[in-house]
């Protein structure tokens, strides 16, 4: 259909898979208490996004608060919920690679401490998320790859050396590349040009102007290339809503009018208010790669990763003069 000199693009895919959602439409996952209703109301709102499946996402906490808010989605057996994304608690202590994440619920990696918080999960966590420096980071990261759990590297300060170590015992991802990272870094040895150039890994990306420079995103992507590309959101609660107040967690979080989530008062973000169809778009605009090759590392690719399979078609229109992906219909 032609809009003046607009060509408008019809398009049919399947459905995104979001490997990192910690919250959505005004419904925070890592907060005990969630109902079976919010649950059902976050993932409508992901829906209208073009999302059919995803991983609810638990950030560093003590063990009794990871099983309070794992609990209501146990007995979430909708489709959509394809098991749980566990970010953190081994991670950087840190200020910068911590990120967001409460200091005090920071841990030493530790398998009896996985296994207990799996079996309080039902077997349903599919990813880690981990820093490769904490101690005993190693030998998790092989008893997690040996039971079929993907490993990222995520809010760390890892040496090249420790990096290609976590690769070899089979670290697959990194998460949310060139975030979750100290504010400043060596010019060249650092972390993220140590994960852009192991071919054994693919970067998750937060396209969502914020995060990364459309700049870096292109580089990245170009480095990585789209096959290893994987688009995630890692929304927050008010993904979806209007600016304010929220909460993560333990923590308050902010939405301000720029589309930016932060800690009030604190320069660090908090996760993101980033829809699907406009990651996907932002990427395109952001690398100049065709929507053809951007639309897998939201869905197929992404679903890949973890050993799952995207679902479900999508029927959206793109708009290429705007980047704009408007997603028209989810169909099963």
């Not at 880690?128 to 101690?135: I, S």
């Not at 990096?163 to 015992?169: F, L, M």
């Not at 959101?233 to 979080?253: F, H, Q, S």
């Amino acid at each position: 259909m032609a809009v003046g000199l607009v060509t408008l693009m019809r398009l049919s895919f399947p459905g995104f898979f979001d490997l990192q959602v910690n919250g959505f439409g005004g419904v925070d996952f890592n907060t005990p208490g969630c109902t079976g209703e919010q649950i059902a109301q976050a993932v409508a709102v992901m829906r209208t996004t073009g999302v059919t499946r995803y991983l609810p996402t638990f950030i560093t906490s003590r063990y009794d608060h990871f099983a309070a808010c794992v609990k209501p989605f146990l007995s979430d057996r909708s489709p959509e919920n394809q098991g749980f994304h566990m970010e953190g608690p081994y991670i950087n202590p840190n200020d910068g690679p911590r990120g967001a994440h409460p200091r005090d619920a920071v841990e030493h990696a530790s398998i009896d401490d996985f296994r207990r918080r799996q079996d309080c999960a039902e077997g349903r966590i599919k990813l880690v998320t981990l820093a490769p420096e904490v101690p005993f980071a190693i030998p998790l990261i092989e008893y997690l790859a040996d039971h079929r759990v993907a490993v990222a590297i995520g809010h760390s300060d890892a040496t090249a050396q420790q990096i290609r170590e976590a690769v070899a015992a089979g670290a697959t991802l990194s998460t949310h590349l060139g975030n979750g990272s100290a504010r400043m870094l060596p010019k060249h040895d650092n972390l993220i040009m140590e994960q852009l150039a192991a071919d054994g890994l693919c970067a998750t990306f937060i396209v969502d102007g914020h995060h990364l420079p459309a700049s870096s995103v292109k580089v990245m992507v170009r480095a990585k290339t789209p096959a290893r590309s994987l688009l995630v959101t890692d929304a927050v609660a008010p993904a979806g809503c209007a600016p304010g107040r929220y909460t993560l967690g333990t923590e308050m979080i902010e939405l301000d009018e720029t589309g930016r989530v932060s800690q009030p008062g604190k320069w660090h973000l908090a996760g993101s208010a980033l829809k699907m169809n406009d990651a996907v778009a932002n990427t395109v605009k952001f690398t100049g790669l065709p929507i053809e090759d951007v639309l897998p590392m939201a869905s197929t690719r992404a679903a890949e990763a973890v050993g799952c399979k995207a679902a479900g078609t999508v029927s959206a229109t793109w708009d290429p003069e705007r980047h704009r992906l408007t997603i028209d219909s989810v169909a099963d």
